[in-house]
């Protein structure tokens, strides 16, 4: 409209080819001078290139009215944009997907609190496939269970602001930012901080974003597998040394079983340091420890292997105690603890001199007491190199029949070492561990007590060592054990005594440097019980069968080629296999966790049937309903945000001082066209220094 009156009047005037337009009534009302008429369609818009500047009648200024800035254009826009008239929430397609998915979503935790309810179900059962695939979702949940309790947070959030937003007395607006702006936990803690509007409200939502990472938790955590344990009794035998006959107990045995002594003694005595401080021998017998010095009797103390491995503590024998009757459970999964009693020989040294001669030897010990033609070979020019690893035996007796003190006289380099030592038969009691399975590789010495059996020390040698005959001719056997003899090199033995770790390395005479007492003792204890261990199972300690039955557990053995005796004992045969087990405390995190997210989803979905107005909040297409710098044609009210915005998605829009050309600015959301970016694109920009309305 030309409105030509008003025009007249005013002294209105446009350049030629342009016309003075008053589009009144129009969405924007137009003033001024265009080439097109901009009031087309109640649009009231002129393209950039079309604006013309318009003069008036200076005399008439004051009558011509206040007048606010437009900078947008939106010719493109079609006034039938929004689609002509229409319903609130028409029941279309997409109208009924959201109410799918709604349903979905609210559905959807119930699967989590079934996954609880199944946990508690399978808490103790035996490992199977069905439990698998639950171990296998219980993986992924924590994946899955932060993004629906996103989702459905966010969705009730939105649904209440919605709701509240209808009602008759509306919501504060700070009230609605911090319930619309929930939709996560970061824009909850944003508005929590910055907005303060209400504090008991901000911290319930926060509260509630809380609850998704225990919940996620609470997935992975409640479900795991376990190990449960069947224990049953039963009988296993082993080997006892007092029961046992040894070979050195005649001559004609001695004979027919020395190769067979000899091949074990040597073999572990030439076995690499790892073997001899494992805890079982080559054959995967247990060993059993030493009684540690300062220990007393009768106190139970648990087994360091740490020491053990490294070479801090001994072992009574390279040679382990032979068990049988693994077998009473067919458990492949079974370890048996049991007790066994073990006598040994310990020796206690003390040095008395580490240079003794043939000419000084008077000083140190009396002719009754040392058999000079075994310790030294004499020479007229008095030097005494020693013949070979040489022992001269004093047994002086004190009454008891488990101890004896000795003089042992040691043949080292130029010089012989006299110990003086105690050796007494110590009786230890020593639980054992072998399993599961494979028993040669898992039994093993864990506790053990010093007991006071005089019958079974006793039993270990009975009376023969008192007697010196005896004793020399066992000591003869031994000393032959690890090689043959001689006058000018180290025997394995000896060098075994003296601490090498190899003693079959070299062939040289050892230097022994400063003796360690303690260290010679342990040693000379280990030596000495692992050939008398070899004496008493010859010719069936390479047998082993941890499972079979003993044939002879009645009478012991009478010769040494016979099938050993084998004592018995009272194990604990304890069956491990894999249970599915239950956190009953993160069970309980997510069932509560799930019920209020559960709640939530109910909730968010009723108040879905009670919101009759458009979708307008969280929406930028929102922002320009009613905004005259946007320029839309009327209409398009009842449109919700997603429809509003496909039916607005060619149009561009900007953040931007409307009226960049006055000396006070305006900042809104405005239309952009092409035209006005080819004109001035920086004539909008914001500035530091300028004020704004």
């Known amino acids: 409209m030309t409105n030509i009156s008003t025009i007249k009047r005013l002294g209105l005037h446009c350049p030629f080819g342009s016309t003075f337009y008053i589009c009144e009534g129009a969405w924007t009302e137009f003033v001024g001078c265009c080439k097109t008429d901009p009031c087309a369609g109640d649009v009231g818009r002129c393209p950039t290139k079309d604006l013309r500047s318009a003069s008036y009648n200076p005399d008439m200024y004051s009558e011509i009215p206040q007048?606010?800035?437009?900078?947008?254009?939106?010719?493109?826009?079609?006034?039938?944009?929004?689609?002509?008239?229409?319903?609130?929430?028409?029941?279309?397609?997409?109208?009924?997907?959201?109410?799918?998915?709604?349903?979905?979503?609210?559905?959807?935790?119930?699967?989590?609190?079934?996954?609880?309810?199944?946990?508690?179900?399978?808490?103790?059962?035996?490992?199977?496939?069905?439990?698998?695939?639950?171990?296998?979702?219980?993986?992924?949940?924590?994946t899955i269970y932060p993004v629906l309790f996103a989702s459905i947070t966010s969705r009730f959030y939105k649904n209440l602001s919605r709701w509240l937003l209808e009602q008759p007395n509306g919501i504060g607006l700070g009230a609605l930012e911090q319930i619309f702006g929930s939709h996560s936990f970061a824009g909850?803690?944003?508005?929590?901080?910055?907005?303060?509007?209400?504090?008991?409200?901000?911290?319930?939502i926060l509260c509630t974003w809380l609850l998704s990472p225990l919940g996620g938790q609470g997935t992975v955590r409640m479900f795991g597998v376990g190990k449960a344990q069947i224990t049953e009794t039963g009988i296993v035998y082993y080997l006892h040394p007092s029961y046992q006959t040894s070979s050195q107990f005649g001559m004609s045995e001695a004979a027919r079983s020395e190769i067979n002594v000899n091949t074990l003694y040597a073999s572990n005595l030439m076995s690499p340091v790892s073997q001899k401080r494992s805890p079982r021998d080559i054959w995967g017998l247990p060993k059993i420890p030493q009684w540690p010095k300062g220990i007393h009797s009768g106190?139970?103390?648990?087994?360091?292997?740490?020491?053990?491995?490294?070479?801090?503590?001994?072992?009574?024998?390279?040679?382990?105690i032979e068990i049988k009757g693994l077998n009473f459970n067919n458990q492949r999964s079974i370890s048996y603890d049991f007790t066994i009693e073990t006598p040994y020989i310990n020796f206690n040294c003390g040095l008395v001199t580490d240079n003794m001669t043939y000419d000084n030897y008077h000083n140190f010990i009396s002719d009754s007491e040392l058999n000079l033609t075994r310790a030294?070979?004499?020479?007229?020019?008095?030097?005494?190199?020693?013949?070979?690893?040489?022992?001269?035996?004093?047994?002086?007796g004190t009454g008891q029949r488990d101890a004896w003190e000795d003089i042992v006289i040691y043949g080292l380099t130029e010089h012989s070492v006299l110990f003086n030592c105690t050796m007494e038969t110590l009786v230890v009691e020593t639980d054992v561990r072998c399993g599961p399975v494979p028993f040669s590789t898992s039994c093993s010495a864990r506790r053990q007590r010093?007991?006071?059996?005089?019958?079974?020390?006793r039993g270990l040698f009975g009376d023969a060592l008192r007697h010196a005959v005896f004793w020399q001719s066992t000591l003869d056997h031994w000393l032959r054990a690890s090689s043959s003899s001689s006058k000018t090199i180290s025997s394995p033995t000896d060098s075994y005594l003296a601490g090498y770790p190899q003693p079959y390395a070299g062939d040289f005479k050892r230097d022994w440097g400063p003796i360690n007492t303690t260290s010679f003792s342990s040693h000379l204890t280990t030596a000495f019980n692992t050939f008398w261990h070899a004496t008493l199972v010859s010719f069936s300690h390479t047998n082993v069968s941890f499972e079979s039955i003993p044939p002879n557990t009645i009478m012991p053995k009478l010769n040494s080629g016979d099938e050993p005796f084998m004592n018995s004992t009272e194990a604990r045969a304890t069956t491990s296999y894999k249970v599915y087990r239950a956190n009953r405390f993160w069970v309980a995190i997510l069932l509560l966790t799930t019920c209020v997210l559960e709640m939530m989803a109910v909730i968010g979905l009723s108040l879905r049937f009670f919101i009759h107005g458009p979708d307008v909040l969280g929406f930028v297409s929102s922002m320009t309903r009613e905004n005259k710098y946007v320029g839309l044609p009327p209409g398009?009210?009842?449109?919700?945000?997603?429809?509003?915005?496909?039916?607005?998605?060619?149009?561009?829009?900007?953040?931007?001082?409307?009226?960049?050309?006055?000396?006070?600015?305006?900042?809104?959301?405005?239309?952009?066209?092409?035209?006005?970016?080819?004109?001035?694109?920086g004539n909008q920009l914001f500035g530091r220094e300028r004020l704004y309305k």
């Open 67 to 142: 007048m606010d800035c437009s900078e947008s254009t939106l010719s493109t826009v079609p006034a039938t944009w929004h689609g002509g008239l229409r319903e609130l929430h028409p029941r279309d397609a997409s109208w009924y997907m959201e109410c799918v998915w709604d349903v979905i979503l609210t559905l959807l935790p119930l699967f989590f609190i079934a996954l609880a309810v199944m946990t508690l179900r399978l808490d103790g059962r035996l490992h199977f496939i069905q439990g698998e695939r639950l171990d296998e979702m219980t993986r992924l949940s924590p």
């Open 188 to 204: 909850a803690f944003e508005r929590f901080i910055f907005v303060r509007s209400h504090i008991v409200i901000g911290a319930a």
């Open 376 to 396: 030294f070979d004499y020479s007229p020019s008095g030097a005494v190199p020693p013949s070979s690893t040489t022992f001269a035996v004093n047994i002086t």
């Open 636 to 681: 398009g009210s009842g449109l919700g945000g997603p429809d509003r915005s496909k039916s607005l998605r060619e149009v561009r829009v900007q953040l931007a001082d409307v009226c960049p050309k006055d000396e006070i600015g305006y900042v809104a959301l405005k239309a952009v066209s092409a035209d006005e970016r080819e004109v001035d694109p």
């Open 450 to 457: 010093r007991v006071y059996n005089q019958r079974a020390a």
């Open 299 to 320: 106190k139970a103390y648990d087994i360091d292997a740490g020491m053990l491995d490294r070479g801090d503590a001994f072992y009574v024998s390279l040679l382990g």
